[in-house]
């Protein structure tokens, strides 16, 4: 249904810009035309008549495309996935251009090759020195091939991993951005040691004693989520996602029948309220009706306060009491 909706409202939002656009040129016609009469009085009463009916005409499309956002309100799991997967969502290129400053992009795993489907580097956050990285992914099916969907292969975990560890040696608190259907499942990628790479980040992640936030802002699922995922605070957006896998792969693996995705995804707890109340979650970021695609600005000024919350509060820890504290969150999960 909500891709139904999505449809019908970015069909709306096509007129209305068309509208406003014309609008717009009629009344600085309109204006123009009234400062210097070059126009008759009747011409200039037609254009007036011309631009009432262009603002009523936006009035009723304005109208109908917030009664058609009134269905997307109360989603089930599996609409929360496609919104989640939604390819203009906003992802870290667009989460780093909104929050930080001073970004400087830090590339290759120093052994092997640079992957492009992790992204990171040195920030600024509100003036805090910080390390920010997470998985990539386009706005285009160009892009979308070039990031390899946002599916990293082991030396994008090594990558992520020697980030963080010029973050626990300088103390910069770390800041995660969660968003890949999963680790790259190739052939080249188990042969360069793809379980070893994951494994490492979450031994490493759970000793650190700098501050770590991970931020699932869309899809995050199995291992290649959880690789960076080891934080002290865990907050996702409203309709992103969280599990061991995707529901496609829980269908097949449980029933041999990935049809039945819609019915597993209700099944496997994965939305960012089953996760709050779970505790795996540690806070829900609100987004526009719709989708966080919508409405960047939004997204953007709804994480910026959380997100700045919850480092100032983990800044006042100790280096002990920090890794301590991470420990003891995934000690109460379950």
Same mark, same amino acid.
């Given at each position: 249904?909500?891709?139904?909706?999505?449809?019908?409202?970015?069909?709306?939002?096509?007129?209305?810009?068309?509208? %406003?656009?014309?609008?717009?040129?009629?009344?600085?016609?309109? *204006?123009?035309?009234?400062?210097?009469?070059?126009?008759?009085?009747?011409?200039?009463?037609?254009?007036?008549?011309?631009?009432?009916?262009?603002?009523?005409?936006?009035?009723?499309?304005?109208?109908?495309?917030?009664?058609?956002?009134?269905?997307?309100?109360?989603?089930?799991?599996?609409?929360?996935?496609?919104? !989640?997967?939604?390819?203009?969502?906003?992802?870290?290129?667009?989460?780093?251009?909104?929050?930080? *400053?001073?970004?400087? %992009?830090?590339?290759?795993?120093?052994?092997?090759? %640079?992957?492009?489907?992790?992204?990171?580097?040195?920030?600024?956050?509100?003036?805090?020195?910080?390390?920010?990285?997470?998985?990539?992914?386009?706005?285009?099916?160009?892009?979308?091939?070039?990031?390899?969907?946002?599916?990293?292969?082991?030396?994008?975990?090594?990558?992520?991993?020697?980030?963080?560890? !010029?973050?626990?040696?300088?103390?910069?608190?770390?800041?995660? @951005?969660?968003?890949?259907?999963? !680790?790259?499942?190739?052939?080249?990628?188990?042969?360069?040691?793809?379980?070893?790479?994951?494994?490492?980040?979450?031994?490493?992640?759970?000793?650190?004693?700098?501050?770590?936030?991970? /931020?699932? *802002?869309?899809?995050?699922?199995?291992?290649?989520?959880?690789?960076?995922? /080891?934080?002290?605070?865990?907050?996702?957006?409203?309709?992103?996602?969280?599990?061991?896998?995707?529901?496609?792969? @829980?269908?097949?693996?449980?029933?041999?029948?990935?049809?039945?995705?819609?019915?597993?995804?209700?099944?496997?707890?994965?939305?960012?309220?089953?996760?709050?109340?779970?505790?795996?979650?540690?806070? /829900?970021?609100?987004?526009?009706?719709?989708?966080?695609?919508?409405?960047?600005?939004?997204?953007?000024?709804?994480?910026?306060?959380?997100?700045?919350?919850?480092?100032?509060?983990?800044?006042?820890?100790?280096?002990?009491?920090?890794?301590?504290?991470?420990?003891?969150?995934?000690?109460?999960?379950?």
């Amino acid at each position: 249904m909500i891709k139904e909706i999505l449809e019908e409202v970015e069909d709306l939002d096509t007129k209305i810009k068309t509208l %406003e656009r014309k609008a717009m040129k009629e009344s600085s016609e309109l *204006t123009m035309a009234a400062d210097t009469l070059e126009d008759s009085f009747d011409e200039i009463n037609e254009e007036m008549e011309t631009l009432d009916e262009y603002n009523s005409r936006l009035d009723r499309l304005k109208e109908m495309r917030r009664y058609a956002l009134e269905s997307a309100v109360h989603l089930a799991p599996d609409e929360k996935v496609f919104l !989640a997967r939604h390819m203009q969502r906003p992802h870290i290129d667009d989460f780093i251009n909104g929050l930080f *400053t001073d970004f400087f %992009e830090q590339k290759g795993d120093h052994l092997y090759d %640079e992957d492009l489907s992790i992204y990171g580097g040195i920030a600024r956050f509100h003036g805090i020195p910080v390390t920010v990285l997470g998985h990539r992914k386009g706005h285009t099916m160009e892009d979308n091939m070039k990031y390899n969907f946002g599916m990293p292969c082991p030396e994008g975990y090594r990558k992520a991993l020697r980030l963080m560890n !010029a973050a626990e040696k300088f103390g910069r608190p770390i800041i995660t @951005f969660i968003d890949t259907p999963g !680790a790259y499942p190739g052939l080249e990628a188990e042969e360069h040691g793809q379980g070893e790479a994951i494994a490492q980040n979450l031994a490493k992640m759970s000793q650190f004693h700098v501050p770590v936030i991970a /931020v699932v *802002t869309g899809e995050g699922s199995s291992g290649g989520a959880l690789a960076i995922g /080891v934080a002290n605070r865990i907050l996702m957006l409203e309709n992103a996602v969280y599990s061991i896998l995707s529901p496609e792969g @829980f269908a097949s693996i449980l029933w041999k029948d990935a049809e039945r995705h819609k019915e597993a995804a209700k099944l496997m707890k994965l939305t960012a309220d089953d996760l709050y109340d779970a505790g795996v979650c540690d806070e /829900v970021i609100g987004e526009p009706v719709g989708g966080a695609q919508r409405d960047y600005d939004e997204v953007m000024h709804n994480l910026d306060g959380v997100l700045y919350r919850h480092l100032k509060e983990l800044m006042k820890l100790s280096p002990s009491g920090c890794k301590h504290d991470r420990q003891k969150k995934y000690r109460m999960i379950g």
